[in-house]
């Protein structure tokens, strides 16, 4: 299922257990506009599971999910972290908000989506098949 949210306390957390989080600025270049286009292959293939969240403004929703999950506590730098990138989590933001002590337990995992990975379509390739489930 994929939802796209302007307030990460709004994510719904019921059913799911794993939560991929779409993080991206505002670029508007080739490597950018692929993975908002992977989006809805993600969304196509990820079973019942998991959901595919990504943010209505892109930067303001990044800045929401790498406060709440204390990115930096994991040696992320804000300014310096690659974008775009995908955050999966099995900690749902609605635990999070409610009690933070929570992340201790919680398993966190960061794919930066460099243009590196930019060829005839290796970055909806990979959004693809990250997918299947």
């Avoid at 270049?29 to 292959?41: C, K, M, S």
């Avoid at 908000?97 to 337990?105: N, V």
Wanted: aromatic share 14%; net charge neutral.
């Amino acid at each position: 299922m994929g939802y796209t949210t302007s307030d990460i306390a709004l994510v719904p957390s019921k059913g799911r257990d794993w939560f991929v989080f779409m993080l991206d600025d505002s670029g508007q270049d080739q490597l950018r506009q692929e993975v908002r286009y992977g989006f809805d292959f993600m969304v196509a293939r990820s079973g019942p599971k998991a959901l595919i969240i990504k943010g209505v403004n892109h930067h303001e929703f990044f800045e929401q999910v790498f406060g709440l999950y204390r990115l930096e506590t994991k040696g992320f730098e804000f300014d310096r972290f690659r974008l775009p990138a995908l955050f999966v989590t099995d900690t749902p933001p609605d635990e999070v908000i409610q009690d933070a002590s929570i992340l201790k337990k919680s398993k966190m995992m960061v794919f930066p989506l460099g243009a590196k990975y930019l060829k005839a379509g290796d970055i909806t390739d990979f959004l693809y098949s990250s997918g299947k489930g």
